[in-house]
């Protein structure tokens, strides 16, 4: 178990955590939640060393190890393999095959494991960090984000790999639906302080809501009786026979003590600007193709006719041609073949990923907003600003010190000025936080005009998209139906389904054949201890099931209701544990399956 006390840390004078404490059981995988800049990427750096707290202290086990995704990026081997194997752990430096598999997991195709990582790009880079990191099996895994580089089937493995994961986790994403799959416990930095749930977002949420309405009430009631002792004290003070009562009153009040009012939380609370438009198409694209060079052809004969208020979400790969889409339709790059013909009232709000990038590192906030709108009153700038969570001094401060999520919010408020009845985003919310992610929806929702969005968030796909483009198995198509139709009557299966030239058997022949065979030994008895352990559990669960079940039928009528209900919600929860046994099992047997199939020849 590792414990935090008492813990706090200020920058510049300026509090973000304030004695905190907390702890992390076995097993516990935990969403860790919170505003843009409340201190969660602040809290991981502590809990690797990397910062330092002012007060307070870290308890961790004698050789518990915590991994780390990193962004920076540095390489040091010739090749994406061997880079990856420096992740595994000294013991299993020859299982070459465990590196293959989770690069293949995280979308890495065979011919690719040869090339250099420099050649990748950055979003690549850093999927290959998180590969060593998981290589490495650490004790408590940290992932900062790690969504923000994941196309949806990479995230879906990679939804599946932590949820197998039997080690500690902690995770900070702003996709709510990719972390309540994951996750056994939330915690939230909240006003500078932890709270822990065993549950997911919603829970926590609520309970914070409904601790700071009941907090509000009682400040209410404890001022109002503050007020009617004061005005007791001032109408009493001077009467010597009520010196006695009077005096009283004065103790209560000084002990009474008071509750400071909370302070609002900032909210992304905005609407984009809608421009009116007429007729039934903003943009029209007719048979478009395109390829950054001849041999990398990135979709053909791509044509669509966007309506005045859909909502078109993009999905597929990363690199497969999703963002070069979007820029085609804003007219940053051109078709190779084919036309997309743009209405003359069409005004488009583009979102692009290097929106970022183009933001001048010298302007302060409101100028940087103001260059978009020279002529608009300051105050409206500002209104503006109030908007993207800029208020007061904080819309004075310089691009170039603003974080990652605070940028994305400026390259949203400049989209706010221009009134558009085309949106197109290359995923809005990569730098957002959750709650900010929710109001991204609720501005969506509310926009008049249609929405072209690249997003691999399952919360936002469900939501929004009545048509979707579809980039699977090296080619773009138009699909026409929600997201679930899509999973419904499509689905990721074919690239799920595609031949991997059984890998493990490959795999296995790389090595030496005594390593080969002294490999397959020890996983074989790991397995079969697993699934012998397993078996047990399975065994305890039933039995227990049993014994409650009997109970529950001979005390009826005797027991009271609160009774039976425990001993109900006691078998559901051991009914749980029975089921995830059963799978764990079928799982274990696959596994057993797949080492007998590759068994090595002198093994």
């Not at 809290?43 to 202290?57: S, Y």
């Not at 929806?441 to 929004?464: C, Q, Y």
């Not at 048509?467 to 419904?488: P, W």
């Not at 397993?534 to 009774?563: H, Q, R």
Request: glycine share 6%; with cysteine.
């Amino acid at each position: 178990m590792l414990q935090i006390n008492n813990l706090s840390i200020s920058f510049s004078g300026q509090e973000v955590l304030n004695d905190i404490s907390f702890n992390i059981h076995a097993g516990e995988r935990i969403g860790l939640v919170g505003r843009n800049g409340s201190g969660k990427t602040t809290l991981f750096k502590i809990l690797t060393g990397e910062l330092h707290p002012d007060e307070g202290r870290i308890l961790i086990p004698n050789n518990y190890t915590i991994g780390y995704l990193k962004q920076h990026l540095k390489f040091t081997q010739p090749t994406l393999l061997e880079e990856a194997c420096l992740g595994l752990q000294e013991e299993e430096k020859d299982q070459v095959w465990k590196a293959e598999k989770i690069l293949a997991g995280l979308g890495f195709t065979e011919e690719e494991l040869n090339k250099s990582p420099i050649e990748f790009s950055g979003g690549f880079q850093v999927r290959l960090n998180l590969a060593k990191v998981l290589l490495g099996e650490p004790h408590l895994l940290l992932l900062d984000e790690p969504t923000n580089y994941m196309d949806i089937v990479s995230l879906k493995w990679l939804t599946r790999f932590l949820q197998r994961r039997e080690n500690e986790l902690m995770i900070i994403t702003h996709d709510r639906d990719f972390m309540n799959a994951i996750t056994t416990h939330t915690m939230a930095i909240h006003r500078k302080k932890i709270k822990k749930i065993e549950g997911d977002t919603i829970k926590l949420f609520e309970q914070i809501a409904v601790e700071e309405e009941v907090y509000e009430k009682t400040r209410l009631k404890d001022e109002k009786i503050r007020k009617e002792t004061e005005e007791f004290i001032n109408r009493f003070r001077a009467l010597a026979a009520r010196a006695t009562l009077v005096q009283s009153r004065v103790k209560a009040l000084a002990k009474m003590g008071k509750r400071e009012e909370l302070a609002k939380e900032a909210e992304l609370g905005f609407k984009f600007n809608a421009a009116p438009f007429e007729a039934h198409y903003p943009m029209k694209l007719e048979n478009v193709s395109f390829g950054y060079t001849p041999d990398r052809i990135l979709f053909e004969n791509l044509s669509i006719d966007i309506g005045k208020d859909d909502r078109i979400c993009v999905i597929g790969k990363n690199g497969k041609g999703k963002s070069t889409l979007l820029k085609l339709m804003a007219g940053e790059i051109e078709t190779k073949t084919g036309r997309v013909y743009k209405h003359p009232q069409c005004s488009m709000g583009y979102f692009g990923q290097t929106n970022i990038e183009r933001l001048n590192p010298n302007l302060t906030v409101d100028k940087e907003l103001q260059q978009v709108r020279p002529e608009m009153a300051y105050t409206d700038i500002r209104r503006v600003c109030g908007a993207m969570m800029f208020s007061g001094d904080n819309a004075l401060k310089l691009v170039s010190v603003l974080s990652g999520g605070e940028k994305s919010r400026v390259s949203l408020g400049k989209i706010l000025l221009n009134p558009a009845n085309l949106l197109l985003l290359d995923e809005p919310t990569n730098h957002l936080d959750m709650e900010s992610c929710d109001s991204m929806i609720v501005a969506l929702d509310n926009f008049p005009g249609a929405v072209v969005i690249v997003t691999h968030s399952e919360m936002f796909l469900h939501h929004l998209a009545n048509r979707l483009i579809v980039f699977n198995e090296d080619k773009a198509f138009v699909f026409e139906g929600s997201y679930q139709d899509f999973l419904d009557r499509v689905g990721w299966e074919p690239e799920a389904k595609k031949p991997r030239k059984d890998k493990d058997a490959v795999l296995v022949k790389r090595v030496n054949p005594q390593a080969a065979a002294a490999n397959y030994k020890k996983q074989r008895k790991k397995t079969e201890d697993k699934i012998a352990e397993t078996e047990n559990l399975i065994d305890e669960a039933e039995a227990l099931l049993e014994k409650l079940n009997l109970k529950i039928a001979e005390d009826a009528g005797k027991s009271s209701g609160p009774d039976i209900q425990a001993m109900q919600i006691e078998i559901h929860k051991h009914q749980q544990e029975l089921d995830k046994g059963y799978k764990d099992l079928e799982k274990l047997v696959a596994e057993l399956d797949v080492l007998e199939k590759n068994k090595p020849a002198n093994a």
